[in-house]
């Protein structure tokens, strides 16, 4: 079990977003179980927590459709190798909006990334160029939390990158992990993307835990 204290701990939703779910344009599979489980967590064991948004403008550079290409194919940008998605997240539309049955009053910070049209971004605290920064990691840092934990979509990218992230800040960092869903794509070398995230999170000393192991103060 761990015991959450109301005043260093912060709950991440990782952009729990229609688009990421069933009937979404990007749909990660059972990715509408997270809203439940992240809602009682947002709602009754965390005094804190903040939210991070999917917000792209159209013709976004991360978009198949602006290069002509195949969704899922992959091309070298500036700061990289860049996974080409299926228009999603768009700045304004119903898939963007943060999911309905989250509890956005108990939300006090939303995070929009995503949106320079020319870097994508996976992970809370940066864009995909590795330098951008999103401006969560001063927010963390003045309102003085110490441990982070994080739920949502994707567990392989946007929560595993964020995660990373965290603890390369020198925070303490738990993954709620039946609270997240997984593209679970091949990886390079064999297995899938999941089993690459959950070892990587794990050498870096990010817990996986489940909803149920964690209790209010």
């Known amino acids: 079990m761990i015991r959450i204290d109301p005043e260093t701990d912060v709950l991440g939703l990782i952009d729990i977003q229609p688009t990421f779910m069933p ?3 990007l749909p990660v599979a059972g990715g509408d179980a997270v809203v439940p489980i992240a809602a009682r967590l947002a709602r009754d ?8 948004q999917d917000w792209h403008p159209a013709g976004h550079v ?6 002509g290409a195949a969704p899922f194919s992959t091309i070298a940008l500036p700061y990289g190798d860049q996974v080409l998605w299926p228009d999603h997240a768009v700045i304004g539309s119903a898939g963007a ?3 309905r049955d989250l509890p ?9 990334k995503g949106f320079r049209p020319g870097i994508d971004s ?3 605290f940066r864009d995909n160029d590795r330098t951008s920064l999103t401006g969560l990691g001063g927010w963390v840092k003045e309102r003085g939390f110490r441990r ?3 739920c949502g979509l994707a567990l392989d990218f946007c929560v595993f990158w964020s995660a990373q992230d965290a603890r390369a800040l020198g925070y303490d960092v738990v993954v709620v992990e039946d609270a997240c869903r997984a593209i679970a794509a091949p990886a390079p070398g064999g297995g899938t993307t999941l089993d690459a995230a959950r070892a990587a999170l794990r ?4 817990q996986l835990v489940d909803a149920d192991g964690l209790v209010p103060a």
Not at 62 to 67: D, L, M, P, R, V
Not at 203 to 206: E, M, Q, T, Y
């Open 23 to 25: 009937g979404g344009e």
């Open 45 to 52: 064991v965390f005094a804190h927590a903040f939210a991070t």
């Open 62 to 67: 991360s978009f198949a459709s602006t290069h």
């Open 97 to 99: 909006a943060l999911h």
């Open 104 to 112: 956005l009053d108990r939300v006090e910070a939303i995070v929009r």
């Open 122 to 124: 996976y992970s809370a």
């Open 148 to 150: 982070l934990f994080f």
């Open 203 to 206: 050498a870096s000393g990010v």
